[in-house]
């Protein structure tokens, strides 16, 4: 599964939402601006989130646009799948050799259960000097 700037870039717009959740309604040209991205692109990428119920937005001055619920409550897979569509590694699963439907049915099960237990919260929480889990190795 491969997921386009549309997925990676709404995401970035709903964690930046996240780190300023109780703030206020927060613009997206200021979105653009932090994460030098188009605003004219986040502009067409917050429809989507805005009808599926994850952001509201806030006319006026000083609008812009909040989160619907506290982060914790919002998933990266819930951002991923209203604008990415359905989450799966291949077409056609269903026309696969059993062992090869199987495989694509757990990495498929992988994926959507690190999208589905990754908070808004944890994303926005995360600093640069936290460590992965697993660190890595490297031979020579």
């Keep these: 599964m491969k997921i386009s700037t549309k997925g990676r870039y709404g995401l970035t ?9 109780g703030e206020g309604p927060t613009s997206l040209k200021t979105i653009a601006q932090a994460n030098e991205l188009s605003e004219h692109y986040l502009e067409q990428l917050i429809a989507p989130l805005r009808n599926a119920g994850l952001v509201r937005s806030i006319r006026g001055a000083y609008g812009g646009y909040i989160l619907s619920d506290v982060p914790s409550k919002i998933t990266a897979g819930d951002v991923i799948r209203v604008l990415e569509g359905p989450i799966t590694p291949v077409e056609g699963i269903e026309d696969e050799e059993p062992a090869k439907r199987e495989l694509w049915i757990r990495i498929r099960d992988a994926i959507k259960d690190v999208l ?8 926005a929480s995360h600093s640069e000097d936290q460590e992965p889990e697993e660190g890595y190795m490297f031979y020579i």
């Design 13 to 21: 717009i709903m964690i930046e939402l996240a780190k300023k959740h």
């Design 116 to 123: 589905d237990n990754t908070t808004l919260e944890d994303l």
